[in-house]
Antibody, heavy 113, light 112 residues
Framework: VQLMQSGADVRKPGASVKVSCRTS????????IQWVRQAPGQGFEWIGW????????RYADQFQGRVIMTRDTSVDTAYMELTSLRHDDTAIYYC???????WGQGTLVTVSS | DVVLTQVPSSSPVALGQPASISCRSSQSLLHSDGTTYLSWLQQRPGQPPRLLIH???NRFYGVPDRFSGSGAGTDFTLEISRVEMEDLAIYYCMQATHIPITFGQGTRLDIK
């Protein structure tokens, strides 16, 4: 099982970023994909999940209206787009297959003017 | 939101000695389906987290048997029977019983 995430990205405040999570080694539609983030030197914050089979999503309240989770079953890939970026969105973003048994390597998103 | 409080925040241990980390929840983690979704994660420097224990006491594949989890309701414990060098990391408890999913603040395990 592998989850391979897109590379590091630098964005300006107010912009958007889209992180991809390409999976392999298991049935993509069998398990939810969870997204969490970790600010530098900090703990973890849950962003939400997507059901790759149905496309259903559930977002944490603090990200409602700013996050969009999608998936493409033809390439076994999940996506997390965060809009209206702020400086405090600077973090490593992780995808994980539910129940958090396999993780991507993380994607550093830096928000800087 | 469920608050998970880990004790201690930092734990200096001698190699070969046991270590124990407590995780206390602000509310019961027993789900209506009868399962307690409390997990323990290990994060080594510069690496993504690694699942050690899920559903309180179930070791994930490949996790050494020196790691064990226990507890119920609101009080949970991760124990390492004999700490090895590779165990030096930050440990997090995580609950998925209630939405939003939340994490403890982490416990740093380092050498005494």
């Amino acid at each position: 099982v592998q989850l391979m995430q897109s590379g590091a990205d630098v964005r300006k405040p107010g912009a958007s970023v889209k992180v991809s999570c390409r999976t392999s080694g298991y049935s993509f539609t069998a398990y939810f994909i969870q997204w969490v983030r970790q600010a530098p030197g900090q703990g973890f914050e849950w962003i939400g999940w997507t059901n790759p089979k149905t496309g259903d999503t559930r977002y944490a309240d603090q990200f409602q209206g700013r996050v969009i989770m999608t998936r493409d079953t033809s390439v076994d890939t999940a996506y997390m787009e965060l809009t209206s970026l702020r400086h405090d969105d600077t973090a490593i973003y992780y995808c994980a297959s539910d129940p958090f048994d396999y993780w991507g390597q993380g994607t550093l998103v830096t928000v800087s003017s | 939101d469920v608050v998970l409080t880990q004790v201690p925040s930092s734990s200096p241990v001698a190699l070969g000695q046991p270590a124990s980390i407590s995780c206390r929840s602000s509310q019961s983690l027993l789900h209506s389906d009868g399962t307690t979704y409390l997990s323990w994660l290990q994060q080594r420097p510069g690496q993504p987290p690694r699942l050690l224990i899920h559903k309180v006491s179930n070791r994930f594949y490949g996790v050494p048997d020196r790691f064990s989890g226990s507890g119920a309701g609101t009080d949970f414990t991760l124990e390492i029977s004999r700490v090895e060098m590779e165990d030096l990391a930050i440990y997090y408890c995580m609950q998925a019983t209630h939405i939003p999913i939340t994490f403890g603040q982490g416990t740093r395990l380092d050498i005494k």
